[in-house]
């Protein structure tokens, strides 16, 4: 089995110093990364089986909800399974302490992955309906981090689909929670909303995350320019948080529509149909003026606009205030 170079894996992941500080605290050595990496490439058919099941169950339920605009599946990179577990214990998260080849396919649980994307937030119950519906869904299946070294890990019927952990909902501070509760919430400090689903698929653990379009925009952004490796940066932070709170109200905008009432739908496609519309070519500025004690309104009136404000101008004057 071909192994991994340390010297390559350093430089191309930056992280020469966190595996030197893992091997001195002895959390792990590069010997275990390279059992990790090789017993993973020996898992691969194992995977790809998990995959090909996991890619019919959600055409399935592409094809019978009607309410899914788009679904993507991948199985996790060798090089980013040792990079993930380097980060994990790089920041001391309990779940992958004593972390091993004997162990660490029972711990991490999104070696495939899975994409769902929605066109709006109303559409996530009966996707989740579908899911708890067509999954065999027993706290006795799930996945307990404090049972060592098992952790639950049970052989279960590979021609099933197993939710192995609570549903979990993560969402950025200010989101509103659409799931009213029905699923467990908890806040992401990266501005990131999305549900999460862990199933066990042939015997490996898989996640599903459910998500609006416009939330996978900002996740998309957010892994290209700041998580994981940019985190500590400041500037990309409220950046990103800009674009987290940009594409929540999207969402917010697109909800709102389909949550008016009927006559009010209607007063929006006849009165203010396109056709009925006249733009003016003066744009007419209010000033607030104060006359003894009073205020009044005074209209200075300017000719056609001869300029706009550059958007990027505005996002970038609101980052610079908000540092």
Known sequence: MKEICRNYFEEKYDCKEMISW?????????????????DFV??????????????????????????????????KDEEHLLYKII????????????????????????????????????????????????????????????????YNFKDLDKS????????????????????????????????????????????????????????EIYAEFSHDVFYPDNEKNVFLKRYTDHISKLTNEIDDMLSMYWYLPEDAVNVCKTHYAERDLEYPAIVKKTELVSTGGETSQKSNEFSQIDSVVNPSDRINSRIKTGL
């Open 87 to 150: 980060r994990k214990l790089s920041s001391i998260q309990q779940k992958y302490q004593d972390i091993n080849v004997q162990n660490y396919y029972k711990i991490i649980t999104d070696f495939v992955g899975g994409r769902v994307l929605l066109k709006y937030v109303k559409d996530w119950k009966e996707i989740d309906e579908f899911i708890r519906s067509n999954a065999i869904d027993e706290k006795q299946y799930y996945i307990r981090f404090d049972q060592k070294p098992d």
């Open 42 to 75: 020996k898992r691969k058919s194992c995977l790809e089986k998990a995959q090909e099941s996991l890619i019919t169950f959600l055409n399935n339920m592409k094809k019978q909800t009607k309410q899914i605009h788009f679904i993507s599946t991948r199985i």
């Open 160 to 215: 099933s689909i197993y939710i192995v952990e609570e549903p979990i909902l993560f969402m950025r501070y200010g989101s509103a929670d659409f799931t009213s509760h029905r699923i467990k919430s908890k806040l992401s400090y990266r501005g990131y909303r999305s549900i999460h689903y862990t199933f066990k698929v042939h015997g490996v653990y898989c996640e599903i995350q459910l998500r609006t379009m416009a939330d």
């Open 22 to 38: 893992l091997e001195k605290n002895q959390h792990i050595t590069w010997t275990d990364l390279q059992s990790i990496y090789c």
